[in-house]
């Protein structure tokens, strides 16, 4: 069965899953405690929406503590940048958090 992302998201089973209450064909019950089900994703490589959620979820694997924000909602750190020459507009700025 095909879900919309809303009615996934608002399934109350949802809450209730647990890796091994996921069918796995005829081995299930025998599928140690600790192993995690497999998710496989299938998506739209040419829609952006879907290549930008694949880059985020990469990215969260390397940098699980990753702060995403929006340079239009911090105008002061944006002046400071362009102060030393960064400009936002040409792209984004990484910046380690020791470094602010």
Same mark, same amino acid.
């Given at each position: ?5 809303? /009615?996934?998201?608002?399934?109350? #089973? *949802?809450? @209730? +899953?647990? %890796? ?31 290549? /930008?959620?694949?880059?985020?979820? #990469? *990215?969260? @694997? +390397?940098? %699980? ?36």
């Amino acid at each position: 069965m095909v879900q919309t992302y809303d /009615s996934f998201i608002n399934n109350s #089973r *949802l809450t @209730e +899953f647990h %890796p091994r209450s996921v069918a796995h064909g005829s081995g299930a019950d025998s599928m140690p405690e600790t192993q995690q089900p497999i998710l496989e994703v299938l998506y739209n490589g040419e829609c952006p929406f879907c290549r /930008s959620y694949v880059a985020y979820c #990469r *990215l969260k @694997e +390397f940098f %699980p503590d990753v702060i995403l924000t929006d340079a239009r909602t911090v105008p002061d750190r944006v002046a400071e940048y362009r102060g030393k020459g960064i400009e936002i507009n040409e792209g984004m700025i990484g910046a380690i958090a020791e470094s602010w």
